[in-house]
């Protein structure tokens, strides 16, 4: 019994490092930046889709920093194309302003707004990395889903984007949200 007591512990402390290196390794190239972008246009909007600088690499394959200097609003999120569904309360997702969940080309999409793209890509990534990880704990790619920021509904989200001052959540893959992004980015 108290062999399983102490795996448990070491597991939930283990999560916890976790979450702190990857802090860090967001932090560093942030602290470092030059802080100048010139890849982007006069309307703030990137054409590249990079992905993020996640040590995991499984992680990398499934997120995205997109359109850096976009303030982006929910009425263009539904001007893209984006079905809106329901609201969530924002108490269970740090710094959001506002959760939406909804749908854009047949697949479940999330939108979580922030009030700046460095918080969306700091409080708002390591939030969606956590959601997204737990269903790679869960069962992995294919296996197990997990919850969004409202508990009620089951929905398999394996994927995210950070795109301007907002999070999506994708469903399956990281290609929907990015999808949605170009439209946004127009």
Not at 6 to 19: A, E, G
Not at 58 to 75: C, G, K
Not at 131 to 143: L, M, P, V, W
């Amino acid at each position: 019994m108290s062999t399983v007591i102490s795996t448990n512990f070491q597991l939930k402390h283990t999560r916890w490092l976790i979450l702190a290196l990857l802090f860090g390794v967001f932090a560093l190239p942030a602290a470092c930046g030059s802080g100048s972008d010139d890849s982007s246009s006069d309307t703030g909007f990137s054409n590249e889709a990079a992905p993020t600088a996640v040590e995991d690499d499984a992680l990398a394959e499934v997120s995205r920093v997109i359109h850096p200097n976009a303030s982006l609003t929910f009425d263009d999120y539904v001007a893209a194309g984006w079905k809106k569904s329901k609201q969530y309360d924002t108490d269970t997702v740090p710094e959001a302003t506002e959760i939406w969940y909804g749908f854009f080309n047949s697949k479940d999409i999330e939108v979580r707004f922030y009030d700046s793209h460095e918080i969306a890509k700091t409080a708002g990534l390591d939030n969606a990395s956590e959601a997204i990880d737990q269903s790679f704990r869960e069962g992995g790619k294919t296996g197990s889903s997990n919850r969004g920021a409202g508990s009620f509904a089951v929905t398999k989200y394996k994927a995210f984007a950070v795109v301007g001052n907002t999070v999506m959540l994708c469903e399956q893959s990281v290609e929907s949200c990015i999808a949605l992004a170009d439209i946004l980015g127009g």
